[in-house]
């Protein structure tokens, strides 16, 4: 089904994952909501959609001269009563602990934010500092925490961060678990797979909710993992098999250390595996985690299900007879001796094939930044239409994987919205986990 809307043709087909009903907001102020590192806006969909409000957006890629990300934020929600900023948000907190500038109050902070070096040094004039520049983000999230001590908090992030750096693994998400935990939260995470909860695209992300304790003290770990946390209830997974969680499963798997300096020298040194499963608890730095599957039996989406008509395409997403070679390289598999440009070296390359084209039965592979341009690529989805032609996929079809309206980042070039689309979030996942959030906030009394 397709309706017009104010940005464009709208596709909402019957008997999605997604295809939830607006909700009205259960909260006399519509449920406030920070939003950092925003990009085009994934979740502010969801999370309008569920109920909530967002009262401050933050989007600022400082790489860049223009910002279209921003741009085509502040395009839909510019008319809204909400702070659309566009600048650093290191600069935003600076100005805000001089008093020149606030923040508005708010129940949950939410934020998609890049999977970095968080490691923490002792500096001469604060009490945890960053070595070098690539933990910047995660602190500036906790300079607002720490000011703002909203009672939700709902992150996302790539699924390296539970294993990330190589040298030590598990590091930089222990880091910032201990540091929620001096903060007064009970953290969930869980790695999710948005096509195992029906979704059109096998997108995998780590989802982070963080809540002010509510009798914190009585929490189990595995109750909150399993049944009783929000990721729990808004993402089912299959129960432990039986007997696997005995009374003594209340015993955590290992505590973190609250020293953040001491836990960023030691942790993960051991060199073996991240300690960190796809699922788990923190509760007063005791972790308890486990690997999880989803469980989920509602309707599922398939790439095919969300293609334009072959006469809908145009003509430039077709890919030419005589780049097909090339295409067909790249996806198949290799076995090639090759020489290092630096050193002269020669070395074995292998490499596994890629679908060639992208099935249409199943969901689409991850979209990633680099999936614009008509060049030919390994990564770029390529489908057959039913003429027999190859073709890439379209702006409105990516956003259509990904859960966004038809034509949602239209007014940036074809290489941008697609590079907004590999930075953007499944909306269908943030919505159901909206839900849940606003009942959280709705039914529990947060503790001082």
């Given at each position: 089904m397709q309706t017009a809307g104010a940005t464009g043709t709208i596709h909402t087909p019957t008997a999605t994952p997604d295809?939830?009903?607006?909700?009205?907001?259960?909260?006399?102020?519509?449920?406030?909501?920070?939003?950092?590192?925003?990009?085009?806006?994934?979740?502010?969909?969801?999370?309008e959609r569920s109920g909530w409000r967002i009262v401050f957006g933050n989007q600022w890629e400082p790489s860049t001269r223009v910002q279209h990300a921003f741009d085509c934020y502040h395009n839909h929600f510019g008319g809204s009563d909400s702070q659309d900023v566009n600048e650093d948000i290191a600069a935003v907190l600076d100005a805000v602990n001089r008093g020149e500038r606030t923040i508005p109050e708010h129940e949950l902070l939410v934020g998609g934010f890049p999977c970095q070096d968080y490691s923490v040094a002792k500096l001469l004039n604060q009490a945890h500092g960053i070595q070098g520049k690539k933990g910047v983000l995660w602190w500036q999230i906790h300079r607002l925490l720490e000011k703002s001590r909203p009672p939700l908090v709902f992150l996302e992030n790539v699924d390296r961060l539970l294993k990330s750096p190589a040298r030590q693994r598990g590091r930089d998400f222990a880091i910032m678990l201990s540091s929620m935990s001096a903060l007064g939260y009970v953290v969930e995470w869980r790695m999710v797979n948005a096509a195992d909860y029906g979704f059109p695209q096998r997108r995998r992300r780590v989802f982070i909710i963080g809540r002010r304790r509510f009798d914190g003290d009585s929490l189990q770990g595995p109750d909150v993992l399993y049944r009783e946390g929000v990721l729990a209830r808004a993402l089912p997974i299959a129960p432990p098999a039986e007997g696997s969680l005995p009374d003594a499963e209340a015993t955590p798997d290992f505590l973190l250390d609250e020293d953040l300096v001491?836990?960023?020298?030691?942790?993960?040194?051991?060199?073996?595996?991240?300690?960190?499963?796809?699922?788990?608890?923190?509760?007063?730095?005791?972790?308890?985690?486990?690997?999880v599957v989803a469980d989920f039996e509602g309707p599922r989406q398939t790439l095919?299900?969300?293609?334009?008509?072959?006469?809908?395409?145009?003509?430039?997403?077709?890919?030419?007879?005589?780049?097909?070679?090339?295409?067909?390289?790249?996806?198949?598999?290799?076995?090639?001796?090759?020489?290092?440009?630096?050193?002269?070296?020669?070395?074995?390359?292998?490499?596994?094939?890629?679908?060639?084209?992208?099935?249409?039965?199943?969901p689409a592979r991850t979209v990633l930044t680099a999936e614009g341009g008509t060049s030919p690529?390994?990564?770029?989805?390529?489908v057959q239409t039913p003429s027999g032609r190859y073709r890439r996929l379209t702006p409105v079809e990516l956003e259509r994987i990904n859960g966004f309206p038809d034509g949602w980042t239209e007014g940036l070039s074809p290489t941008k919205r697609a590079f907004c689309m590999g930075n953007a979030l499944v909306v269908g996942l943030v919505e159901r986990v909206g839900r849940v959030l606003a009942e959280e906030l709705a039914g529990v009394t947060i503790s001082a």
């Open positions: 295809a939830l009903s607006p909700r009205e907001s259960v909260f006399p102020h519509g449920g406030r909501v920070v939003e950092l590192f925003a990009g085009v806006g994934g979740f502010r969909v969801g999370l001491r836990l960023t020298n030691a942790f993960g040194t051991s060199a073996g595996p991240s300690p960190f499963q796809n699922g788990g608890v923190m509760i007063k730095r005791a972790v308890w985690t486990r690997p095919g299900d969300l293609l334009l008509d072959e006469s809908e395409v145009p003509t430039e997403y077709f890919i030419p007879e005589e780049q097909l070679d090339a295409w067909r390289y790249l996806k198949g598999a290799k076995r090639e001796e090759r020489t290092h440009k630096a050193s002269g070296a020669k070395y074995h390359y292998n490499e596994g094939p890629l679908p060639f084209p992208d099935p249409l039965d199943r690529s390994r990564f770029k989805h390529v």
